[in-house]
Nanobody, 123 residues
Framework: QVRLVESGGGSVQAGRSLTLSCNAS????????YGWFRQAPGKEREVVAN????????YVADSVEGRFTISQDDARTTIWLQMNNLQPEDTAVYYC????????????????WGQGTQVTVTS
């Protein structure tokens, strides 16, 4: 129902910036949210940030607060994750996801997922 495609990943040196994009085919409901998640090797998938589609309200995880920013376009079909001052511990596969009902934070609550994009930060 919703196709999500991430782009913008790559390899950067610590302290540099990178912006990830997520292109959605559509958002079928008036209420819901987009989320960015990440998963490093041997670790559980964790929430990075989310944005409520109908209001633009955002949440950013403590681990990246002050460095990462989530945003969306007016059509609610493009979502960005601006990542500043990247650190080696940010290395992970980053996933875009969508929830098509009242927003919840956990990864298990999201309906649709992109394929992921690799972000590697070197020291």
């Amino acid at each position: 129902q919703v196709r999500l495609v991430e782009s913008g990943g790559g390899s950067v040196q610590a302290g540099r910036s990178l912006t990830l994009s997520c292109n959605a085919s559509r958002f079928p409901t008036r209420t819901g949210c987009y989320g960015w998640f990440r998963q490093a090797p041997g670790k559980e998938r964790e929430v990075v940030a989310n944005i409520v589609v109908e209001t633009g309200s955002t949440y950013v995880a403590d681990s990246v607060e002050g460095r990462f920013t989530i945003s969306q376009d007016d059509a609610r079909t493009t979502i960005w994750l601006q990542m500043n001052n990247l650190q080696p511990e940010d290395t992970a596969v980053y996933y875009c996801a969508a929830r098509t009902s009242y927003c919840r934070r956990a990864a298990s609550e999201f309906n649709y997922w992109g394929q992921g994009t690799q972000v590697t930060v070197t020291s």
